[in-house]
C-alpha cells in the first residue's frame, strides 16, 4: 500500500475508532447479502469474441452508530467459469457521514471508502488497492433552486508492480432546477486531474535499430530512446439532464455528456492499455447522451430502459502499434493512432422488490444489455450481448 492509501485507510480507520469509543446507545446494525450470475458472449468487450459466464456473491454488514454516520464492512467474490484466472476477492470498509439535518438549507455530505482486490496467480499483476475520499456542500437558494459543490479524490495502486498507480482529483459545481411543474434540470462542470507518465511522441530524434536477426518494430524500438515524463492530464466536463414524469408512475430522463482534454498534445502511454480491466478504460474525450426511462406501470414490478450513444477518443498507448505499419511514431499524426470509439447501448431491466412485515427485504432483478461498438481499431470493433440476474437481501 503506498502513501494516498496509507493516508486514506488512517482517515478512515481513525474515524471508525472515535465512533466506538463515543455513545453507541443509538447504534443500529444492517445485513446485506446478493448474488448474480452474468452471460456474456464478449467477455473482453473485443473482436475476439470470447464467451464466458461469471457469478458475483457479495455481503455487507452496515452499522448506524450515529444517526448521522454510517459504517460499511463488505466483501465479494467473483467466479468465472473459463477464464478462472480473472476470479477475485474483494473486501472493503466505508464510511458516509451526513451531518446536518434533512429539513435544514445546508446539507453536507462526506464519504470515504479503502479496499483491496485480489486475483488468482495467472493475473496477480492487476492486484490492486483503492481509496476514495469525497465531500459535497449544497444549498438550497429557492424552493425550486439547488447549487451543489465538491471534491473527490480516487487513488488505484497495483500492489505487485512499483510504477504502477493512478490518482484522479475532482472538482465540481452543479445546479438542480425544477421548471414548469414536473420537469426538473440538473447541470453539473467540472474539472478533473489524472497523473499519467507518457513519452513525447513529438520528438525528431528517431533513431533505427536494423538487426535482421530480431524481428522488434522500429516505431517500439524508438520508444526506449525517449525518456519518461509525468504530468497531470487535465479535463474538463459537463453534464445536462433534464427528467420529467409522465403521469404518477412512469419517469424518463434526457442526459447529455461532453468530456474535453486540456493539455493532452498526443503523448502516449508506454505498455498502458484501454483495454479489458484497464483503469485507463473511464479516460476519454468526447460526448455522449443517453436517453431513459424507469417506470412503474405494471404492480411491485420496476421496469427500466434506455439507449445510449458515445462518442469516445482515448489516449494512445504503444500497445496499439504493430510491425504492418512502416512510419515511424514521428512520421505519423496523433489522430491516426489514436483509438476512437462510437458506440451504441441498450438496456432493459426488471426490479421486484418485495418487503415482509419482518423487515425483511428481498429484491430479485433481471438485466438484459446490448453493446455496439465500432471503432477506427480493429480489435475494438465488436458487438456484446449480456444477460444478468441476480437476487439481494436486506435484513
Known amino acids: 500500500m503506498n502513501k494516498s492509501n496509507q493516508t ?30 452474468t452471460s456474456s458472449d464478449n467477455m473482453f468487450n473485443d473482436s475476439n469474441k470470447v464467451y464466458d459466464i461469471f457469478s458475483t456473491t457479495s455481503a455487507s ?10 459504517i460499511s464492512f463488505s466483501g465479494e467474490q467473483t467466479y468465472y467459469r473459463e477464464t478462472i484466472g480473472l476470479g477475485n476477492v474483494m473486501g472493503d470498509l466505508s464510511l458516509t457521514f451526513i451531518p446536518t439535518k434533512p429539513q435544514s438549507k445546508l446539507s453536507l455530505y462526506f464519504s470515504g471508502s479503502i479496499n483491496g482486490r485480489t486475483y488468482h496467480n495467472e493475473f496477480s499483476s492487476i492486484d490492486n488497492n483503492y481509496g476514495q475520499l469525497s465531500g459535497v456542500i449544497g444549498y438550497q437558494l429557492r424552493p425550486n433552486l439547488n447549487i451543489r459543490g465538491g471534491v473527490d479524490y480516487k487513488a488505484t495502486v497495483y500492489v505487485n508492480s512499483d510504477d504502477d498507480y493512478k490518482r484522479d482529483l475532482d472538482f465540481f459545481a452543479g445546479a438542480n432546477y425544477s421548471f414548469l411543474g414536473n420537469n426538473v434540470l440538473d ?36 520508444l526506449f530512446r525517449i525518456p519518461d515524463t509525468k504530468e497531470n492530464l487535465q479535463l474538463l466536463f459537463m453534464s445536462y439532464r433534464l427528467s420529467r414524469t409522465i403521469g404518477s408512475k412512469t419517469g424518463l430522463n434526457v442526459t447529455y455528456t461532453s468530456r474535453i482534454y486540456q493539455n493532452y498534445k498526443g503523448g ?36 427500466k430502459t434506455g439507449i445510449g450513444y458515445w462518442d469516445k477518443s ?23 493512432f489514436a483509438r476512437n470509439d462510437f458506440v451504441t447501448k441498450i438496456y432493459f431491466g426488471l426490479q421486484w422488490p418485495i418487503a415482509f412485515s419482518s423487515g425483511f427485504f428481498m429484491e430479485p432483478t433481471l438485466n ?5 461498438n465500432r471503432s477506427n481499431k480493429p480489435l475494438y470493433y465488436f458487438d456484446n450481448f449480456s444477460i444478468t440476474a441476480g437476487v439481494s437481501f436486506r435484513f
Do not use: C
Open 8 to 37: 486514506l485507510a488512517a482517515i478512515i480507520i481513525t474515524l471508525s475508532l472515535l465512533v466506538f469509543m463515543s455513545d453507541t446507545s443509538y447504534a443500529k446494525f444492517g445485513f446485506n447479502f446478493g448474488t448474480s450470475t
Open 61 to 70: 454488514v452496515d452499522i448506524y452508530p450515529l444517526t448521522s454516520l454510517k
Open 187 to 222: 447541470m453539473e462542470f467540472g474539472y478533473s486531474m489524472t497523473n499519467y507518465t507518457y513519452k513525447d511522441r513529438n520528438l525528431d530524434s528517431v533513431q533505427h535499430w536494423d538487426n535482421p536477426d530480431v524481428y522488434i518494430p522500429a516505431d517500439i524500438l524508438w
Open 268 to 303: 502516449f502511454l508506454w505498455g498502458a492499455s484501454t483495454g479489458f480491466l484497464s483503469p485507463w478504460t473511464a479516460v476519454w474525450d468526447g460526448q455522449t447522451v443517453s436517453f431513459n426511462l424507469k417506470s412503474y406501470i405494471i404492480p411491485k414490478l420496476i421496469i
Open 314 to 336: 482515448y489516449l494512445i498507448t504503444s500497445d496499439k502499434y504493430d510491425g504492418s505499419d512502416t512510419r515511424t511514431y514521428a512520421d505519423a499524426k496523433s489522430e491516426d
Open 368 to 372: 438484459i444489455e446490448y453493446t455496439k
